[in-house]
């Protein structure tokens, strides 16, 4: 069902923008965990980082944690919509905002909830988030990086996305696995459903396509220079290979760090395309329930640069990817 | 495991490129379907196309069906090898060739068959062009066309990658589903996992990143100036919405087709980069178990220009993405 | 993942017996379904009944509906435990109970919640039944009867099994699947999944066994002297046959209406054995973790007849059995 | 899908009784593994024992076995139907025979291979027996041991069911999971995807319904007497508790080895009961597809008392129930 992540480690989600609360359960999360409240915090707080709406975000932890600690059984979590002005979508019961989700979801369900987006908010990435922040706990020491490589036009009246690149260290080799399980199918299916969420592309992506094989292909360096057991453990599957910077086992990544869909033991590289917000700060053009095109200025509050707060949910998202690799 | 692709029309293939065959079964394909073999052949063909090692493909049917018509149960099929010359690959016991997965694997699994890349071998998507090939018998009338639409620089002694743009017409409105299961990160997967593939975008996906929101959002049609039954339908849930090419619902279609993870009616597109293929025509420094550099010419039949060999996989890989989500 | 029950109609519950509170999601319940809260009540009450813990089991209600219509999106909600009384449990915080699954628990995990049984209590029951009534409703016609046919003996300061049977009736031929997903195999895994269950048949069961083939075999009515659209409909797979009693389709049902995994039209019929409780009302040995016996007197709320309690909690699976293979 | 069992190790077996070949596809062996190619042969024989219809069982290995050694990737393996008398099945061209499940086939699919049973026949059996014999030797030293313990009356002109009792030892502490994922309900489900299997019953079943609580409940040895890291192992969850007789941990074992889904230490113990063969050897009345009874003798080759050959099969399947919880 398209409202659970993984398999190990699973994230099932819940919650729509303007209903009680949204939330999820995690099952699978190892145990004797002390989880690191503050770290998860600090990426909430990284989502909401300039967003128009201001929610406090407390967690309310309903099962699977005892004196901090987890236990083994599915972790239960709840986050109360308490900053809802849902008059402010009064003019959408019955019109579509062109760009949203608002004409599939009422064509597939018959039915929806208008106020916010409903279940299409980015609203519900709060619980990806919270869990991401779970994983990454669970999973150290790999370590994962997102920001904001590039950004769109800004405009005045106008919204932007931009481009977001993410990179991890730290992982084994041998991570992943071949044909359809290849780590970078999993990567990009993993992105992909983060909202407006348009492009992805391994190392150096599209451009490879440009580029003559001999330009592209990852050489590998002389490990007899390196230190052999750090470079190369035949003996060993399944192990880190450790390596500084200059015991790197290829002397580009242009692949991004993966090959046949398996860790090679460079760092993985891969970056995410963001359209820009669809709802726009002018009037638009909605279309009606009976049919008619119907000028409005959209309600709701709505961010510009919603890009800058998805650092935090890409490496969310890396991080669910990962863990059920690494389980 | 990474060896099953979908859950309702599943599909699980094997298959070394120089063991004994290849191929798969198919478990959810309805009954009762008679099966146009001379389509499924086409299509092995197309993938033929130009290659440097040449297969008969001839396809064995072991179950399923019955005086050419399927009965519901298990579809196996085989393919065997036969075009071997697996001596070619002598100097690669103990030498993982550069931007192969030789080196992953070895590190993965402790073992590896080493001759013409044994599963990491694109010859395993035989057994998806077949499963593809009857997919798109079932979900006909939406039709898949994929094509080369941008390759790589031509070289001596080289070789190249390109962009493969794919185009789904006649999809009914409603295919997909929220969260985690958006059918553009259900297609993202399903392209990352064909060999060389290292981007994915839906329709003008990192373009998108670079524009005005005002410039992105796609408007409405105004469907009162065409027939209404057929651009919207309020009362039927999941039925397709016919549209003429001056009928479409947008008037622009930058978002390639799905909003929220839902198809809107319109074309999906997408596009895949693919990277040059890695065995060059050209001596190249290997890294061989014991961690030195051997300089080796690549022996095998490797193309040049793979690329052009790629539309009818991203066709296959498609259809099975779609019928999960239309059976 | 364990706490996780179906696919497409997917409940994944949560919550230990004296933490904050228990629960579920449901995932793929159907749109637009005016959900009959009194039904739901109404079970949740059959299975409080006779209950030692006296719980009011107030449901709210977190995500998925909307004015008390199901959108489509996943239903999350939570029953808060309130009726606690946790010190009743300090003498087992270093003790195995004999026969509960503090033991196992404890090896499997290293940590556990000893209080009231934590995850392994019978009170994560609450949430089956709760998604159970709401399956109920959407699979309606389809009618689930479950009684205590056979109640263990009564005894002086002792606890009693019994065995429950289960009819359903109004299923249309031809649910179910071959080889593993056979019909009869998900009711046995279902029933077996239920705190206490020991044993499962279909039809006459173990006494099968010890039946001549001559004696076992269900033999065909006549359906000529029957009305025959309602015996036998070729044109028509996956439809009901509605047939009077004096229009069954076989003369017995010793199979319990599955043949080959599949229903065959007649009502489906199969029984389950549940053992006594394990938590005696007298002193009993309990291991500790420094391995010696300590005979306690084991505190908390037990039932003595259990049994009376189980019947809505196998209708309740057997609706997400069914529903799973029904829409 | 129904031809899918297992998600570690995954077996999807294909085809039909008269067809031209059964076999399946084994994902997630484990490489660098060994085969017994002879305990493979072995089992295969077991399963032939006695059948009526003689089959040489020649297994073509087509993947995944590079000089008999596992490599990581799927096993496809296949083996030919030879000794098949198509012809003994030409009179149920158009009807249905009583007891099996020609009827319940026709109504799911609307159409059938009416020979031999199609994919309804205990041929399909060979391919479990060829995967548990491998999964068998991957978990050793788990050792499984299943017999004949009760067969039903012998009878002239008639067939015979019975029960099959099977016991696990050297299983260790831990395994299988809470709630939805109890070992005990796998194992049902595993028994009860078996042909003809009617009933399942964990350590003293259906009995322990007629038993009072304190004769039901297994009392904890005193562990002090014996030696102690071998009884509790507090300190290393998921290890293997080795017991000798005398040292077993409880000092009856009612519940079969498994308390809360979880092994807890003591030899898992079940039973299952088979219903007799339902072609009889005399003549029968079948059900026609325009509705009528037509009395005949039902041709092919069918034993008359098939549960001499289960045995192997509910190896196999625990074989393949276990080895998902252990890797």
Redesign the interface.
């Given at each position: 069902?398209?409202?659970?992540?993984g398999?190990?480690f699973?994230l099932?989600?819940?919650?729509?923008s303007h209903?009680?609360?949204?939330?999820?359960?995690i099952?699978?999360c190892p145990?004797?965990l002390a989880l690191n409240m503050e770290a998860i915090r600090a990426d909430l707080a990284r989502r909401r980082n300039g967003a128009a709406r201001q929610e406090e975000d407390a967690i309310?932890?309903?099962?699977?944690i005892?004196d901090g600690?987890t236990?083994?059984?599915?972790?239960?979590f709840?986050i109360r919509n308490k900053n809802i002005r849902s008059e402010d979508y009064d003019a959408l019961v019955d019109a579509?905002r062109?760009?949203?989700?608002d004409?599939?979801?009422?064509?597939?369900?018959?039915?929806?909830?208008h106020r916010g987006g409903?279940?299409?908010s980015a609203r519900?990435t709060v619980a990806r988030v919270v869990a991401g922040a779970i994983a990454k706990q669970v999973i150290a020491p790999v370590e994962i990086h997102a920001e904001v490589s590039?950004l769109?036009?800004e405009?005045e009246?106008?919204?932007?996305?931009?481009?977001v690149s993410c990179r991890i260290t730290g992982l084994p080799?041998?991570v992943?696995?071949?044909?359809?399980?290849?780590l970078?199918?999993?990567?990009?299916?993993?992105?992909?459903?983060i909202?407006s969420?348009?492009?992805?592309?391994?190392?150096?992506?599209?451009e490879?396509?440009?580029?003559?094989?001999?330009e592209?292909?990852?050489?590998?360096n002389?490990?007899?220079n390196a230190s052999?057991p750090d470079?190369?453990?035949?003996d060993a599957?399944?192990q880190t290979?450790k390596q500084s910077n200059n015991q790197a086992?290829?002397k580009t990544n242009?692949?991004?760090g993966?090959?046949?869909?398996?860790?090679?033991?460079m760092p993985v590289e891969f970056r995410v395309?963001?359209?820009?917000?669809?709802t726009?700060p002018?009037p638009?053009?909605?279309?009606t329930?009976s049919?008619?095109?119907r000028t409005l200025i959209i309600g709701g509050r709505h961010d510009r640069s919603h890009v800058l707060r998805t650092p935090v949910i890409v490496e969310a998202m890396t991080a669910l990817c990962l863990i059920n690799n690494l389980l």
């Amino acid at each position: 069902m398209s409202n659970t992540f993984g398999d190990r480690f699973r994230l099932t989600t819940y919650g729509e923008s303007h209903g009680l609360a949204v939330g999820g359960i995690i099952d699978g999360c190892p145990s004797k965990l002390a989880l690191n409240m503050e770290a998860i915090r600090a990426d909430l707080a990284r989502r909401r980082n300039g967003a128009a709406r201001q929610e406090e975000d407390a967690i309310e932890w309903l099962s699977g944690i005892k004196d901090g600690i987890t236990i083994g059984t599915p972790i239960a979590f709840c986050i109360r919509n308490k900053n809802i002005r849902s008059e402010d979508y009064d003019a959408l019961v019955d019109a579509f905002r062109p760009g949203y989700a608002d004409y599939s979801y009422q064509q597939k369900y018959g039915i929806r909830d208008h106020r916010g987006g409903g279940r299409a908010s980015a609203r519900e990435t709060v619980a990806r988030v919270v869990a991401g922040a779970i994983a990454k706990q669970v999973i150290a020491p790999v370590e994962i990086h997102a920001e904001v490589s590039e950004l769109g036009p800004e405009a005045e009246n106008d919204t932007r996305g931009g481009i977001v690149s993410c990179r991890i260290t730290g992982l084994p080799v041998g991570v992943g696995a071949p044909v359809f399980g290849k780590l970078n199918a999993q990567l990009a299916q993993a992105m992909m459903t983060i909202p407006s969420a348009i492009g992805f592309e391994m190392g150096c992506g599209f451009e490879a396509a440009r580029m003559k094989g001999s330009e592209y292909i990852d050489r590998w360096n002389n490990c007899l220079n390196a230190s052999m057991p750090d470079c190369l453990s035949k003996d060993a599957p399944n192990q880190t290979i450790k390596q500084s910077n200059n015991q790197a086992i290829t002397k580009t990544n242009h692949c991004g760090g993966i090959q046949g869909g398996i860790s090679n033991g460079m760092p993985v590289e891969f970056r995410v395309a963001f359209h820009p917000v669809v709802t726009l700060p002018q009037p638009v053009e909605c279309l009606t329930e009976s049919g008619e095109l119907r000028t409005l200025i959209i309600g709701g509050r709505h961010d510009r640069s919603h890009v800058l707060r998805t650092p935090v949910i890409v490496e969310a998202m890396t991080a669910l990817c990962l863990i059920n690799n690494l389980l």
